[in-house]
């Protein structure tokens, strides 16, 4: 049992004292102490194959702020890397697979993911884990096939992606197939962060919301619901999220796809967005992450907004719409994270008061 469950009881759509928040991208750039240890590090994928050090920057953010959960230091593109496409990252140019894929019989000949590839990640996962305790649960993720498959058919960070696109639409099986050797990868890259101790799993669908709908609804959806339904067999006990930029028309077909909550993107409008799925799923989100760079009324008002989109009804992680910019200062999140619990506890108390008359 997890001694702060507001996060997992959210998940569940039940009843909490407060709306629970954590932040993606809540280690990073933005923190000194992150900047301090990854100069030490001397690279930021030194880190992450580093279990201890992986830890310590899981915790880095959890000192500072009273947040509700703690996500792994890790990356999305630890599966790419494992399925031996070979990964760097370039100072200031980001990401850079050595060995990017543009044949179909490169895609065939992608091997399954050797879940000893991963152990830094299971390792870094147990360590966290100790370091909590069951005070705090821990977040295990992984990216969603399609926006694996970006990176790995483009080599790299691309605005429009426009390479994996082509290939989508050039051989439709080919690109079905990758998928579903991704959604496999995922899933087992999933389940063993869960055997390592993450108590929810979440799948960012980062580039989803590029892809036109014919290739978004053949590929995108099919494999989500391949990677739900694995776990849901595998782990059943742990709550599933999905995360997805640009997604908002997707919502419904999203909800359908098995897991428990939806993260949405700060272009969702987070009322709508619960009327739309909210029977269904809890919804995790989608504060716009530039208000961390403006004044704190500004802040405080739009918190309060997003607040009042839920009511205090069950079923809303308090979140960004994206991660945490390397530009926010640190005095603003700690603001943002107070604001929260100060503005949504009385929301709570009032919707159980009502729940008991
Ligand atoms: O020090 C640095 O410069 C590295 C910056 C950095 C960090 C802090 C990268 C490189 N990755 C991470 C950690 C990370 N990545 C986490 C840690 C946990 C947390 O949230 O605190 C997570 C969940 C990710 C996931 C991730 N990596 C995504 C999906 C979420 C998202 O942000 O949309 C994606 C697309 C990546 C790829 C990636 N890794 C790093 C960068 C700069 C990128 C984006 C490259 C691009 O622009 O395409």
Not at 16 to 36: I, N
Not at 46 to 53: C, G
Not at 247 to 269: I, N, Y
Request: charged share 20%; aromatic share 6%.
């Amino acid at each position: 049992m997890i001694r702060n469950d507001r996060f997992l009881r959210a998940l569940r759509r039940e009843t909490v004292d407060r709306t629970p928040v954590w932040l993606m991208r809540q280690a990073g750039r933005y923190l000194p102490e992150y900047r301090a240890l990854r100069a030490r590090a001397g690279s930021f994928l030194a880190m992450v194959r580093d279990p201890e050090l992986a830890c310590e920057i899981t915790l880095q953010p959890l000192r500072r702020f009273p947040l509700d959960a703690a996500i792994l230091f890790s990356d999305i593109l630890v599966i790419p890397e494992a399925l031996g496409l070979g990964l760097d990252f370039v100072e200031g140019e980001g990401p850079r697979l050595s060995r990017p894929l543009s044949s179909r019989a490169e895609i065939e000949a992608l091997p399954a993911l050797d879940p000893a590839a991963l152990d830094y990640v299971a390792a870094a996962a147990r360590a966290v884990r100790a370091a909590l305790g069951d005070e705090l649960p821990l977040i295990g993720f992984a990216g969603s096939p399609l926006t694996l498959a970006c990176y790995m058919v483009e080599g790299g960070a691309s605005a429009d992606f426009a390479r994996v696109r082509a290939l989508a639409h050039a051989d439709p099986e080919g690109f079905a197939a990758l998928l579903a050797k991704l959604a496999d990868a995922v899933a087992a890259c999933l389940r063993l962060q869960a055997e390592a101790g993450a108590d929810a799993l979440m799948v960012f669908d980062t580039w989803g919301g590029l892809f036109p709908p014919a290739l978004y609804r053949r590929h995108a959806l099919p494999s989500l619901a391949a990677v739900a339904a694995a776990l849901r067999r595998e782990c059943p006990a742990r709550p599933l999220i999905l995360f997805g930029r640009g997604t908002g028309p997707w919502l419904e077909a999203l909800a359908a796809t098995g897991f428990d909550a939806l993260g949405l993107d700060w272009t969702v409008e987070l009322a709508a967005a619960r009327a739309r799925v909210g029977e269904r799923v809890a919804l995790q989100g989608n504060l716009d992450p530039a208000l961390l760079l403006a004044p704190p009324a500004a802040i405080e008002a739009a918190v309060a907004e997003l607040l009042a989109a839920y009511g205090g009804a069950p079923g809303h992680v308090f979140n960004l719409g994206h991660g945490v910019m390397p530009e926010a200062d640190p005095e603003r999140v700690s603001f943002l994270v107070e604001t929260v619990a100060r503005l949504s506890a009385p929301l709570h108390a009032r919707a159980a008061a009502r729940a008991q008359a």
